[in-house]
């Protein structure tokens, strides 16, 4: 007989302690959105499948939960991302005509486990910018990325960026079929060269030469920078592509963000979404990237409002099992008596952000993450807090 109590596979509870890591995570990463001028949205956990996949790919669609909703007869998704879901917002409600910076907190699930990733279900926390075309929108989003993460205090931190330019240009050209463009990004993924041959026989020399060069160009940002404009054929999206590199990782060394800073270019995870700048940023002891960030500037044209978009998200469940900082709550042990003055000092405390635990008779000893230091006690007819 199966257990009535235990959870799905790859879905858990998480305990005290750690939740409280993961709500100080959150709000810390909140108020940093909001510094910059974000505003918070919160979309909603299941929408119509139409509206929840649009301008995804096919790896979205498997990862998406479905139910039909007995009202409508529709079918529903519940989230796997949320990045679609905040386009939506704002190419249908907001409907602003300039820059509008967006974020958002809460659970995503998927079907399945992602590679690396332990768990189906996220709390992810991101941030968007939509409306601006220039480079300094996605150099603003990798600083708040690397902020975020370093909030968590992770170690080191390697990012490394790709530009999903110079692929998506050969590709559209060619008009392949979705298996050949799968096994493109899969070969380059691997560094596969001889599967990118055998795959691209019939093609023109240029571009076979292109994707070729890319798998060699990976290694320190400024060392790469160079070489590629020594390897990669020279053509208009070519050098638009070097540009937006060198002018990114200018703009990132600026900031005085402490991090490694590193370019691949055959690492085009989510090439197919993005159109510009990708990002994933690293740490130690994790087997993928703990963020992920890009610009995915059609999306919005599937919603009907075609707008320049960049942004990244974090998985705060992860961030919180990495990081190196502890949540220690002090609390005051007060005791449990029927007195008007011990509630009002109680209540005096409690307005001033202490937190006070009751206790209860016969259980003296309370089991609890929080730290009872202190104690009320009633001395000269008045109750003070005193060491304990």
């Known amino acids: 007989m199966t257990n009535r109590w235990l959870l799905p596979e790859n ?17 810390e990463i909140l108020d940093l959105f909001k510094s910059y001028g974000y505003e918070l949205v919160m979309p909603p956990m299941l929408e119509y499948i139409e509206s929840l996949l649009t301008a995804t790919g096919s790896d979205m669609d498997l990862q998406t939960f479905k139910l039909v909703d007995q009202l409508s007869g529709r079918t529903m998704g519940l989230r796997a991302d949320m990045t679609t879901q905040v386009s939506r917002i704002d190419a249908h409600l907001l409907n602003r005509k300039n820059i509008a910076r967006l974020c958002y907190t809460g659970t995503t699930v998927q079907t399945r486990v992602v590679p690396g990733i332990f768990s189906r279900e996220q709390l992810q926390a991101g941030a968007e910018i939509y409306g ?6 996605d150099i603003e989003i990798v600083q708040l990325m690397m902020k975020s993460l370093h909030l968590a205090k ?5 990012l490394d960026v790709s530009h999903a330019g110079l692929l998506k240009d050969i590709l ?8 050949d463009i799968s ?10 060269r001889t599967g990118l041959e055998r795959l691209m026989t019939s093609w023109d ?3 076979k030469d292109t994707i070729l060069s890319l798998l060699n160009l990976s290694g320190d940002a400024n060392d790469v920078l160079e070489r590629a404009k020594k390897v990669l054929p020279p053509s208009t999206v070519c050098d638009q592509v070097l540009q937006d590199l060198e002018k990114f990782c200018s703009g990132v060394q600026s900031s005085s963000i402490d991090m490694k800073l590193n370019i691949d270019l055959a690492d085009l995870d989510g090439f197919q979404y993005h159109t510009g700048i990708l990002c994933a940023a690293y740490v130690n002891d994790y087997p993928v990237a703990i963020a992920r960030g890009g610009r995915y500037d059609q999306v919005g044209q599937a919603f009907g409002r075609s707008r ?20 220690i709550t002090k609390a005051i042990m ?13 209540a005096t405390l409690r307005s001033k952000g202490e937190v006070v635990i009751e206790s209860f008779s016969g259980h003296e000893h309370n089991e609890s993450t929080m730290i009872c230091d202190r104690q009320l006690v009633l001395h000269n007819e008045n109750w003070q807090v005193v060491p304990k």
């Open 11 to 27: 879905i858990a509870d998480v305990l005290p302690g750690k939740s409280d890591l993961v709500e100080l995570l959150r709000r």
């Open 132 to 137: 601006h075309h220039g480079i300094e929108a």
């Open 154 to 158: 992770l170690g080191p931190i390697t």
């Open 172 to 179: 559209d050209k060619k008009h392949l079929s979705a298996e």
């Open 183 to 192: 096994e493109v990004y899969r070969f380059l993924q691997a560094k596969d």
């Open 205 to 207: 020399a240029v571009a």
């Open 308 to 327: 320049p978009a960049t942004g990244f998200s974090v998985d705060l469940l992860a961030l919180a099992g990495l990081s190196s900082r502890t949540v």
């Open 334 to 346: 007060a005791p449990w008596v029927a007195s008007a003055s011990l509630k009002q000092a109680i």
